[in-house]
């Protein structure tokens, strides 16, 4: 546990009974789309390296989410959410620092976050972490329609 503020924000693994708590943090941090059931999306992380699944939670209440993934070459960062009211307090860069030290006790040399172009507070935050925009431009492809 962190202690800030004179609260106490611990980070522990995603257990099935946080599902309504983590969508409503989503829906509230502007993350769901219509196209992406966040269900169906719990379900799949929690059948793959749903260790690297976190909750973020200030005195006992979640507050915050992050889901990881290593697939052997890159690291990735999904559902990274603070609930607004936080943001700007640090518990943000903590659950972040938390998981970028799992990703290099698994070997990961790199983390990848992909962030919506308007999505400039985002851009921001990550920059202040030590993060830089690569030079790349992402493209996707809906395998499975939720």
Same mark, same amino acid.
């Given at each position: 546990?962190?202690?800030?503020?004179?609260?106490? *924000?611990?980070?522990?693994?995603?257990?099935?009974?946080?599902?309504?708590?983590?969508? *409503?943090? =989503?829906?509230?941090? +502007?993350?769901?789309?219509?196209?992406?059931?966040?269900?169906?999306? #719990?379900?799949?992380?929690?059948?793959?390296?749903?260790?690297l *699944?976190?909750? !973020?939670?200030?005195?006992?209440?979640?507050?915050?989410?992050?889901?990881? +993934?290593?697939? !052997?070459?890159? +690291? =990735?960062l999904n559902? *990274?959410?603070?609930?607004?009211?936080?943001?700007? &307090?640090?518990?943000?860069k903590?659950?972040?620092?938390? +998981?970028?030290?799992?990703?290099?006790?698994?070997?990961?040399?790199?983390?990848? #976050?992909?962030?919506?172009?308007?999505?400039?507070?985002?851009?921001?935050?990550?920059?202040?972490? !030590?993060? &830089?925009e690569?030079?790349?431009?992402?493209?996707?492809?809906?395998?499975?329609?939720?």
């Amino acid at each position: 546990m962190t202690k800030n503020n004179s609260s106490y *924000f611990s980070i522990r693994n995603f257990e099935s009974s946080d599902t309504n708590r983590v969508i *409503f943090i =989503w829906e509230k941090c +502007g993350l769901v789309r219509s196209w992406n059931n966040p269900n169906l999306d #719990i379900q799949r992380k929690l059948s793959f390296q749903k260790d690297l *699944f976190f909750i !973020g939670e200030l005195n006992n209440d979640i507050i915050a989410t992050a889901m990881f +993934g290593y697939d !052997g070459h890159r +690291g =990735w960062l999904n559902y *990274f959410a603070v609930i607004p009211k936080y943001q700007k &307090t640090g518990f943000g860069k903590q659950l972040l620092n938390f +998981g970028e030290t799992i990703l290099i006790e698994k070997g990961c040399p790199k983390l990848n #976050i992909q962030i919506r172009t308007e999505n400039i507070e985002s851009m921001d935050f990550y920059k202040q972490v !030590g993060c &830089t925009e690569d030079a790349v431009v992402s493209f996707g492809k809906r395998l499975i329609e939720d």
